[in-house]
């Protein structure tokens, strides 16, 4: 594997560009809000970070020395272990258990360290007679290797890859703000009011960005197998929303919609704090009346927050008759509610 930078650099690099405290909190929120372990290692697959306190999500079945032994080692690289999937790396343990680094980029394809996420469970879990099987192979206790695989996150692969997308914008976006001002300071410039906007923006910037944005509509459609969808900005002057991003929706739609807060269901949701799941043209008394697009046979609606502000609304809907995972959605809308708070907070801590 070839490095942006020589071996012997390689720490140094990683230590100045990656705080271990800020990144502590980042990587703590992430967890949280993605019920996935994570871990930092540097370009040498060195352990750079990891969350003592975290025992949850694979963390404790990695301290099996059969299980875990294989990645880590004393003298080895993890990231020998390993291999090549699409734009990220994969490890795959004996147990049916996977793993991803995420590459944490200057630019593109000069990593400073990776994110290594999981382990995780890809589609399905064995049954429980072929972990008996395996835990007797290995010499594992059968109901303490069960409890720990319980705790272990079960995703398609499509929901991964829209996640491992997400983490690695945050994570590119971070470590780029943080190179422009060690790079600002070892030349001792005073960075004039037009260059700090570029260097410092808000974690509120972050958040209303396209990409930003792109990432979030494109992840809650595949958590909620719904094929159209919008993410619509609070406009807090004029006290409307507008459409920002959105997917399977005519454009000229998209530019021209504006929603007066209170107005519409996306209105009420601001209004009322409140989520919807809508069912063809089904509503309580005081949404029904809004309920006038017959074509449309399942909808979710719900307000989205920035440090406990609504900054948005995300809207999901389908065409098709069968019902996409409608009783998962509140679960979804509060999973990708955590996404936010912590994009905010890693943006913020810089």
């Excluded at 996150?153 to 590119?172: P, Q």
């Excluded at 502000?309 to 389908?318: A, E, K, P, Y």
Aim: glycine share 4%; charged share 25%; proline share 3%.
């Amino acid at each position: 594997m070839d490095y942006p930078i020589n071996k012997d650099a390689s720490r140094r690099v990683t230590t100045e560009l990656i705080d271990r405290e800020r990144w502590r909190l980042i990587l703590q929120r992430f967890i949280e809000a993605l019920q996935i372990n994570i871990f930092i290692v540097d370009t040498e697959g060195k352990v750079f970070l990891t969350l003592p306190n975290i025992e949850r999500y694979g963390a404790k079945l990695l301290d099996y020395s059969s299980v875990g032994s294989d990645m880590f080692s004393a003298h080895d690289s993890i990231l020998d272990r390993f291999k090549k999937h699409g734009f990220y790396l994969e490890y795959h343990y004996s147990l049916g258990l996977h793993s991803f680094a995420v590459p944490i980029d200057i630019e593109e394809g000069k990593p400073v360290a990776y994110l290594v996420v999981g382990p995780v469970i890809l589609t399905k879990r064995l049954d429980n007679s072929e972990y008996e099987a395996i835990a007797q192979k290995m010499g594992l206790n059968f109901r303490d290797l069960v409890d720990a695989l319980h705790d272990i996150r079960v995703i398609s692969f499509v929901n991964l890859r829209a996640i491992l997308d997400l983490l690695y914008e945050v994570s590119k976006y971070v470590v780029q703000l943080t190179y422009k001002q060690v790079e600002s300071q070892k030349k001792h410039i005073k960075l004039a009011d037009e260059s700090r906007e570029t260097i410092t923006p808000s974690a509120r910037s972050l958040v209303y960005s396209n990409d930003f944005l792109s990432s979030l509509l494109e992840i809650a459609l595949k958590m909620t197998r719904t094929e159209c969808g919008s993410i619509m900005i609070l406009d807090q002057e004029k006290g409307d929303l507008f459409i920002k991003v959105s997917r399977g929706i005519d454009k000229t739609i998209a530019r021209n919609t504006r929603v007066k807060v209170g107005e519409g269901i996306a209105g009420l949701a601001v209004q009322e704090d409140a989520s919807y799941v809508i069912h063809g043209t089904e509503g309580k008394n005081r949404i029904k009346s809004l309920l006038k697009r017959s074509e449309i046979k399942h909808s979710f609606i719900a307000p989205l927050k920035l440090k406990d502000s609504i900054f948005g609304v995300l809207n999901l809907h389908t065409k098709t008759d069968v019902d996409p995972l409608l009783d998962q959605k509140p679960n979804v809308a509060k999973r990708l509610s955590k996404l936010v708070s912590a994009v905010a907070d890693s943006a913020a801590a810089y």
